[in-house]
């Protein structure tokens, strides 16, 4: 039985990102992390009782105009006085998909995760650029990565 919950948010209104969103997952749920339930849903759809029971967290978010997507946005916007004081040092890890920049977004990311005081212990990772496959494989191994770090208790 898993006991400790990987909660991954992610904005996937193209193709690719949903293709994005599935490969996170995919890693999370891999057979070495069998402690670890991994759970995938969409920031408009994600409430504060999602964040409350998790114990680590992935963002997934293109970057538009600049910024993180809206429903990221609104995601923070909703449960951000909810868990502030509840969730200080969750571990999380952060997925960014620009066609060319992504640095107004990771800014952004950073500010409101510091603001929460959550941990960020992966190295942001920027999908930048035309679509390729190696995108796909960075965010499996993020996932695997996040849900190993979980499982083995060292994030
Ligand atoms: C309205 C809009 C604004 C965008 N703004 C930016 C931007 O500011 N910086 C950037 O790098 N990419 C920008 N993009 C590109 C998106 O990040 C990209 O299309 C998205 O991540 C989906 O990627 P995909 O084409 O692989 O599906 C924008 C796209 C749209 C539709």
């Not at 959550?118 to 990565?145: H, N, S, Y």
């Amino acid at each position: 039985m898993p006991t400790k919950k990987l909660l991954i948010v992610a904005h996937t209104p193209s193709p690719n990102l949903h293709t994005l969103a599935e490969a996170v997952l995919s890693g999370a749920q891999h057979a070495d992390t069998e402690n670890v339930s991994a759970q995938l849903i969409a920031p408009l759809k994600a409430t504060e009782d999602d964040v409350l029971s998790s114990d680590a967290i992935i963002l997934l978010t293109p970057e538009n105009l600049g910024y993180m997507s809206g429903a990221m946005k609104d995601f923070f916007d909703r449960i951000y006085y909810p868990c502030l004081e509840k969730k200080q040092g969750m571990p999380c890890a952060m997925i960014i998909r620009s066609g060319h920049d992504g640095t107004g977004t990771k800014r952004a990311l950073e500010s409101i995760l510091t603001g929460l005081k959550w941990r960020i212990v992966q190295e942001p990772l920027t999908c930048r650029g035309d679509f390729q496959e190696a995108f796909i494989k960075q965010c499996e191994e993020l996932g695997m990565c996040v849900a190993a770090s979980l499982d083995a208790g060292i994030i």
